[in-house]
């Protein structure tokens, strides 16, 4: 896709991004420097379009909550932002804003200038993200509206993924499902995925072109990406985020016999069926109890809680095998990584999952898994293990940079 030149330079240092990620009741905001990823400022507008609408805004170590005027939406939330970065001299700092979009399809494999032309296409793209392209353009509309002079950039949660090959991609369906209507494995996490990547390969001494890495986002979203050279070359989730590992509240892969037998013999619609295997299953479905890993495994530890014991087995055992099945995409492979909210603090998940995966070498210190957590980084694998690091992802950062970046190019 080519890229129209944009109005404005963007100077090497100084100037900061705006990161919008916006969901269709939400938006979380961070101003950061794209050089260094120092946050100037951050918040979240939640409960959007109800009568509870709040922005609660973090700058240093303030941190302060607004209830938001009639008509309680987007725009209202971002009226306060920007009158907030007004107020602490912060809107001449802004250089762009830096939008996250759940959904770029084949059509971007690269961070994008926003253009009329490209929010019609984003448009189009919903019918592969119902849920979280529509958001993304509101929040993109609303920024267009309070930023009038400013670029804005969109970077897509897609566009990591868009190396793997065919045979990653292509589903065992009619091909002409892929060919007119654009049925095909897509990914997401990616600037997770990418993130934490180089920084792996940041810890390795080599440059990311060079690396064959595992990773493993697991949060109340999961997934795990096979990375080759730098690229991703497969990852667990597909058309939707709903494929792959067991998450928080979806199921991940399931045979589809069951929606036959769901919708035929036991009166599911489909709309049961969605928000089944979408908000009623995973870690909450198998426990009965809770998508939240740290309650599970309290119950699981301190209660003997046994639905909670098997919710996080079968989560691990999932997740182990899913890894262990990357084996197939690589020759070399130099280390697994751990990411998002449960990889980043699970020592008993991290554990768990590790100690299914010795036949490709990996043996986790329990002193170092334990104490690499709450943000920490550092591989937490024995002498004698291939490298194992737990990596605080940072997708805000890769917004940040890639939208620097790309004015930058376009600027010269
Ligand atoms: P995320 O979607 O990345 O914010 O991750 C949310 C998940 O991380 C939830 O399941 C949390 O229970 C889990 N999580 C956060 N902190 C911890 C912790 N200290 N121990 C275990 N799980 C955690």
């Known amino acids: 896709m080519t890229q129209q030149k944009s109005q404005s330079a963007v100077p090497a240092n100084s100037n900061a991004i705006l990161v919008i990620n916006c969901g269709s009741s939400s938006v979380k905001f961070s101003l950061i420097k794209p050089q260094s990823g120092e946050t100037l400022l951050s918040g979240l507008a939640e409960c959007l379009l109800s009568n509870d609408a709040i922005i609660t805004i973090k700058q240093g170590g303030n941190k302060k909550s607004y209830k938001l005027a009639a008509p309680f939406d987007h725009q209202s939330a971002l009226a306060v932002l920007v009158a907030q970065l007004q107020q602490l001299h912060l809107v001449k700092d802004i250089c762009a804003i830096g939008h996250r979009v759940v959904h770029g399809g ?126 991703s070359v497969d990852t667990s989730m597909g058309m939707t985020p709903g494929e792959g590992v067991m998450m928080g509240t979806r199921c991940g892969d399931l045979d589809a016999g069951i929606i036959f037998h769901l919708v035929e013999n036991l009166g599911y619609s489909i709309n049961d069926v969605d928000k089944l295997v979408n908000k009623e299953s995973g870690l909450l479905g198998v426990s009965g109890l809770s998508n939240d890993c740290r309650t599970l495994e309290n119950a699981m530890l301190y209660e003997n809680n046994s639905q909670a014991k098997l919710a996080l087995t079968v989560f691990c055992y999932r997740i182990a095998k899913s890894i262990a099945s990357y084996s197939a995409s690589l020759t070399q492979l130099d280390g697994l ?51 194992c690091w737990v990596i605080a992802t940072n997708e805000e950062w890769v917004i940040a940079e890639q939208s620097a970046q790309l004015l930058t190019n376009l600027a010269q």
């Open 337 to 387: 990584i751990f990411t998002g909210g449960i990889g980043e603090n699970s020592t008993w998940v991290r554990a768990e999952i590790v100690k299914q995966l010795g036949l490709l070498n990996f043996y986790l210190d329990a002193d170092k898994n334990q104490t690499t957590r709450f943000g920490a980084s550092g591989n937490i694998a024995t002498k004698d293990s291939r490298p």
């Open 106 to 231: 084949e059509t971007y494999s690269q961070p994008t200038l926003i253009t009329e032309q490209v929010a019609q296409t984003i448009a189009q793209l919903a019918k592969l993200a119902p849920l979280h392209n529509p958001a993304n353009l509101i929040g993109i509309k609303a920024c267009q509206q309070a930023f009038k002079k400013l670029p804005q950039v969109a970077v897509f949660d897609t566009a990591f993924h868009q190396s793997m090959p065919e045979k990653a991609f292509i589903y065992g369906l009619p091909y002409s499902l892929y060919q007119e209507h654009d049925i095909r494995r897509y990914g997401f996490h990616g600037t997770s995925h990418y993130f934490v990547a180089k920084q792996a390969a940041k810890l390795l001494n080599k440059p990311l072109a060079q690396c064959n890495l595992i990773s493993a986002h697991l949060g109340n979203g999961c997934s795990v990406t096979v990375i080759k050279h730098g690229k």
